[in-house]
């Protein structure tokens, strides 16, 4: 960062991006020196003295080739290991070195096609094996390097670096009509090779109108995201290793101060005495939790057999296979009495659904129509009766192809269509044209009409109706429970895992009367959105702006096992009195902001289980973590929590995992705040009240201030001295205090 302007043009990729392909063709081309070497001077030729002698010239002239390209790729390592991500200076002539390589490049390139023709002369009629085994290897890694650097430029090439270069030229000489028009077409120029790029990813997909606009949206928020920064790809990725840095180092700080009430940070989530957490002693909330764990099967279901394969990788294909009309003579009794839309030849998608639900023990769930029809704005859904609840279950399938996500980054506030709302309800585009789809289908085929009218002997005229999802189901859900409520009064939505820029603040109001979402510890989906999006990037800057460690030593440091000390700390003083400070300024300053957008926010009353996070080792053999719900802010959920789990915590079997060990460590009496402690007990039987004086905080003795680098054993949970006691309410009603100690 920034990027490199070689042939007057800038290209995707910094100066100090090439140390590992610089060390890649190092240690090739010094195996072929060394085998060369061998091959030319220890080793005896045959009886052909033509083809041996011209392998002689071509072997002698290669070793030159290779003994400059060594010397030229130690120079483009040494010099993309200096300076920093933002301080280029030092690293100013590997432009130059760049120059040298490419011209033996070319050199290479001649003596490849020169091999092609020795090959082609002499290697049937030369009797001289080891001639030819050379040669063919002198050709082979010789094209090799050739296709590898013609990719290389490829991938980095960029469309509009040689306008992104006269408009940093021009910006300098103070020309503003120039500048307009050079900023103008370079926003134009990277909208379409956004535009260009989305199309390639779908080149396999019809294109269709609303496809066609979702391209160009798209495009414009990719562009919009990255207008004035003059930033490549692993300059994001030293920044979320930076910011994750940052984010850890100020849950500390906050645990180490004693003029704040926070007692832990459970899942990058502050945990003070009003945190709520859900009663699951009380017989009403342990009923809706589990109904929050039952659904949760529906929303799984909905992804077809992609899922069900992925949790049950061996028996689920044989018990697919058993049942497959495809390859069983008789036809599947499961498919039987379910309308189906699309699904593949064999009805894969059906019968996994079916194949779920009696794996589950659910054999009073009939699914009477099932959509696999996928397209953008349009969704893949499913409609069961479920007898044993007495509930008729509309289930929308999460992101699962590259047209769910185009719907998923259409992302701009959207009126919702309902009337009769007081003010305006917004919500996220790309999923009210979704659940405006599945309404419109649901009434058109009367679909909810057959479900209520399955079997009037057993009263599912009188069932109540129940809207789930996962992901992009989630939000979907949610808005289509809008759509639906009018009609069905009391409707009941769960919501798992839903996006972040989903609803308005009034419309997220009112929907807690009737949402419920679940979010599963650091998931990245419920903390994201348009608004959030600028945040992130001012954020990111920051710390690229404050590091002063080169990339290469903030990315490995960034990796498991390996020492935290080559990231840089706010607390360093070397940050802010770095030499030459100008060029530690970013072409674009970070006062350029994304255009504003309207604040969006999950929907519903949100159930977020947290769980303790054990010090890292680097053995396999780490402690389990603990696992605790609580109750939700929705705009608590407005900044990203970088880590590892941010993408896994995610998936739909995962989140179901976290819900169920919610109930297995309540079963077992352990809680997430205190098992961070290392103390045992019942999650609702935790009296988080001032009364308590382990969860009080610190003495008011001043303590201590810790040293900047101070090691903490967990620091996801305040210290507390070995003489304080935290009480406990049992279920005996007997107050007892557990020591730390």
């Not at 090799?144 to 290389?152: A, G, H, M």
Request: glycine share 6%.
């Amino acid at each position: 960062m920034p990027g490199m302007v070689v042939f007057r043009r800038r290209w995707s990729v910094g100066s100090d991006d090439l140390v590992l392909p610089a060390l890649f063709l190092f240690l090739l081309h010094s195996t072929w020196l060394v085998v060369l070497s061998v091959v030319l001077f220890g080793l005896p030729y045959g009886p052909a003295p033509q083809c041996s002698i011209t392998l002689v010239d071509h072997g002698r002239g290669y070793l030159g080739i290779l003994v400059s390209c060594l010397i030229c790729e130690s120079a483009i390592m040494w010099l993309s290991m200096r300076g920093s991500i933002l301080y280029t200076e030092p690293r100013e002539a590997v432009q130059y070195v760049l120059y040298i390589r490419l011209a033996i490049l070319l050199v290479e390139l001649v003596y490849a096609v020169v091999g092609i023709a020795w090959l082609v002369q002499y290697y049937h009629p030369c009797a001289d094996t080891t001639a030819k085994n050379i040669t063919l290897g002198i050709v082979a890694c010789n094209w090799l390097v050739i296709f590898s650097v013609c990719f290389t430029l490829m991938c980095t090439f960029d469309p509009t670096g040689r306008t992104f270069v006269q408009l940093k030229t021009t910006r300098r000489r103070q020309r503003n009509l120039t500048t307009y028009t050079l900023r103008h077409r370079l926003e134009e120029g990277q909208a379409s090779s956004w535009s260009r790029r989305l199309k390639f990813f779908m080149c396999c997909t019809r294109a269709q109108d609303s496809q066609s606009d979702a391209y160009s949206e798209i495009a414009s928020l990719f562009a919009e995201f990255f207008r004035d920064l003059d930033i490549v790809p692993s300059d994001i990725i030293a920044g979320l290793v930076l910011l994750r840095q940052r984010q850890r180092a100020k849950r500390t700080a906050t645990l180490d101060q004693g003029n704040n009430d926070i007692l832990a940070f459970l899942s990058g989530m502050p945990v003070t005495r009003n945190t709520k957490y859900l009663d699951l002693k009380n017989s009403m909330e342990m009923h809706m939790y589990r109904e929050v764990c039952y659904y949760m099967l529906f929303a799984l279901a909905a992804y077809g057999w992609p899922m069900y394969l992925m949790r049950k990788p061996a028996c689920g294909l044989c018990r697919l296979a058993s049942t497959c009309p495809c390859l069983s003579l008789s036809p599947s009794r499961f498919s039987q009495s379910v309308t189906v839309e699309e699904d593949n030849c064999c009805g894969c998608n059906v019968l996994a659904i079916r194949r779920h639900f009696l794996d589950e023990q659910l054999r009073d769930v009939d699914v009477v129509y099932t959509s696999c029809h996928d397209a953008v704005y349009e969704t893949p859904f499913f409609v069961a009766v479920d007898h044993g609840k007495k509930k008729i279950v509309i289930s929308i399938r999460g992101t699962l192809s590259p047209k769910d996500a185009l719907t998923d980054l259409t992302g701009d506030a959207e009126r919702l269509p309902v009337e009769g709302q007081h003010g305006t309800w917004l919500g996220h585009k790309g999923m009210v044209y979704s659940a405006e789809y599945i309404k419109k289908k649901l009434e058109q085929e009367m679909i909810l009409s057959q479900a209520f009218g399955r079997d009037l002997v057993r009263g599912t005229k009188h069932y109540g109706l129940v809207v789930v999802g996962h992901s992009l189901g989630a939000g979907t859900a949610a808005i289509l429970s809008f759509l639906l409520r009018p009609q069905y009064p009391s409707l009941r939505c769960f919501s798992y895992s839903p996006p972040g820029g989903l609803l308005s603040e009034d419309a997220m109001e009112y929907s807690k009367e009737f949402v419920t979402s679940v979010v599963l510890g650091k998931d990245l989906v419920p903390r994201i959105g348009l608004s959030q999006l600028e945040g992130f990037r001012r954020h990111l800057l920051e710390v690229l702006q404050k590091s002063n460690k080169p990339k290469w030593r903030i990315i490995m440091g960034g990796t498991k096992c390996i020492p935290k000390s080559e990231l840089p700390s706010d607390d360093d003083p070397a940050v802010t009195s770095a030499p030459g400070s100008r060029l530690w300024l970013h072409p674009s300053d970070l006062s350029i902001a994304l255009s504003a957008s309207t604040p969006l926010y999950p929907p519903g009353r949100i159930i977020h289980v947290v769980h303790n996070h054990p010090p890292e080792s680097c053995c396999c053999s780490e402690e389990e973590p603990t696992y605790s719900a609580l109750w939700g802010d929705n705009c608590a959920f407005d900044e990203v929590i970088i880590s590892p789990a941010m993408l896994n915590e995610h998936l739909p079997h995962i989140v179901m995992g976290g819900l169920n060990k919610v109930l297995e460590n309540y079963n077992k009496g352990k809680t997430a705040l205190l098992s961070a402690a290392k103390i045992m007990v019942s999650p609702t039987e935790v009296d988080l009240n001032p009364g308590c004086p382990a969860l009080q905080g610190p003495p008011p003795s001043p303590p201590s201030s810790p040293t900047p680098h101070q090691h903490h054993r967990n620091s996801s949970v305040r210290s507390v001295p070995a003489s304080v006691c935290e009480c406990v309410n049992v279920s005996v009603s007997v107050s007892v205090c557990v020591a730390f100690k």
